[in-house]
């Protein structure tokens, strides 16, 4: 079919039913028909187009994309236009995909069940009445509810992951520096990564292609060689024999019953595809989700100082959301001087032995298995406290604490409730965990 063709299809899938799951905060359809119509045209002409030609993608709303809202689904910044275009809009353009609007997060990310939107929740369209899990649960939604080929999201803590898992799709959060942060705006910028939405493998080794590689503009972008994504969905046949796959007890542990099980099945699964598996310990679980969440808030703090109300928007203190509003407060009492060494210090030694220690576990193995998330969905409409809802991230946080990449595959499903396996591997080996999730696709 053509660009366009497939563009309207999906055009009538928001029409019907954004209204209902409200995946996307703003779309952009005229734009998208010229994209689309210009495609075509280039086709019919013989010329060559890009990689991504005529699949259409949906942004997070924390991702600056030039003529449309970049509000971080806050008050803070309803009005804001984006100017620009991020290093991975840019690179998405360049590949011909077409941006068709920006979706619906948890405000400024921070969160798991895209609740805390100032423009609404947003509604799980496989599993009915239950959140989507967040903070990118708009643009899973977009994906799972047809109505875009591929989105964009952003991981500190398990975004992209976690609503993948909820909504049955692949999630991946590259290793930290693979893919360039320029134009996205920080929640933790020492965890915050984007990366893709997908319905297949395939279409993640696509996007993954498209967005990772060095940036000059933005600091912490590693200089490697991409690796071939694709490539490794070809022969992951070959590559899962003799893999050696980690399965940490204490993931388990953590983990409902009903999840665990399906979990299990596809380990058994692996080990009949030629996988060798190896039982391995991780001794810090329970200091994981504190270390994550202090130095969340510090760097949230930091970052949320340019949001005073004078340059642009309103001043954040003013107009944001109960969580904001804690991270900001406490990031303030823990970054005031008397109090640094006490807990700011404190945390970053934890992580470095975190890192230490989930680097060791990995070194051993080609990859570490296990749920996602140790929990299934709630309600919307179920009010859950601030410690309820850090629960969701026990088992994503980690590879952000490390640096590692993971991502998240659907691996079955609780009463038409989606679970999801993670896949977490070695810094820089994000094509193994491509090639694992393509075998048991
Ligand atoms: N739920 C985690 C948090 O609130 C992760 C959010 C994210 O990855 N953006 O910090």
């Known amino acids: 079919i053509t660009a366009l063709e497939n563009l309207e299809q999906f055009c009538n899938n928001i029409d019907a039913n954004n209204g209902r799951y409200n995946a996307f905060l703003e779309i952009n359809k005229n734009s998208a ?13 013989g010329e060559t187009v890009g990689k991504l030609a005529g699949l259409v993608v949906g942004i997070k709303s924390n991702i600056n994309v030039e003529d449309f809202h970049i509000t971080a689904a806050s008050r803070t910044l309803e009005n804001y236009l984006g100017s620009y275009d991020a290093t991975v809009i840019q690179r998405i353009k360049e590949e011909d995909g077409i941006i068709i609007g920006m979706t619906n997060m948890d405000e400024f990310a921070a969160g798991s069940s895209t609740e805390t939107s100032y423009f609404g929740h947003t509604e799980n369209p496989v599993a009915l009445g239950r959140i989507p899990g967040g903070s990118s649960g708009g643009s899973a939604v977009a994906v799972a509810a047809d109505m875009c080929d591929l989105a964009i999201g952003s991981d500190t803590g398990g975004s992209i992951r976690n609503p993948a898992s ?19 705006m920080d929640l933790a910028m020492s965890f915050d990564q984007i990366g893709p939405f997908a319905r297949d493998p395939g279409g993640a080794a696509l996007m993954l292609e498209v967005i990772a590689g060095y940036d000059k503009t933005e600091c912490t972008s590693l200089d490697f060689k991409i690796p071939n994504f694709t490539n490794s969905v070809k022969n992951c046949e070959d590559s899962i024999k003799g893999m050696r796959v980690g399965v940490v007890k204490q993931f388990f542990d953590v983990s409902d019953d009903k999840i665990v099980n399906i979990i299990e099945e596809s380990i058994d699964k692996m080990k009949e595809m030629g996988a ?7 001794d810090y679980i329970d200091l994981c989700l504190p270390t994550y969440y202090l130095i969340n808030y510090v760097e949230f703090f930091s970052a949320t100082r340019k949001y005073d109300g004078r340059k642009y928007g309103n001043r954040i203190e003013d107009v944001c959301g109960e969580e904001v509003l804690r991270r900001i407060h406490m990031g303030s009492y823990i970054s005031q001087k008397e109090f640094s060494g006490k807990y700011y210090k404190k945390a970053l030694q934890a992580r470095s032995l975190i890192k230490r220690e989930v680097n060791k576990l990995i070194n051993d193995v080609d990859v570490m298995v296990g749920p996602t998330v140790p929990k299934l969905p709630h309600k919307i409409g179920t009010t859950l406290d601030p410690l309820d809802m850090y629960s969701y991230d026990v088992l994503t946080v980690i590879a952000n604490l490390a640096g590692i990449p993971a991502a998240s595959t659907p691996a079955g499903d609780v009463r038409g409730i989606p679970v999801g396996l993670q896949i977490q591997s070695k810094p820089l080996d994000d094509a193994k965990i491509i090639g694992m999730m393509a075998a048991l696709d």
């Open 33 to 45: 028909i010229d994209c689309a119509s210009n495609i075509d045209s280039r086709i019919n002409n």
């Open 166 to 184: 909820h909504c049955g799709l692949i999630g991946f959060k590259p290793t930290y520096g693979m893919v360039s942060r320029q134009g996205l």
């Open 276 to 282: 060798e598996v190896v039982e391995l310990s991780f």
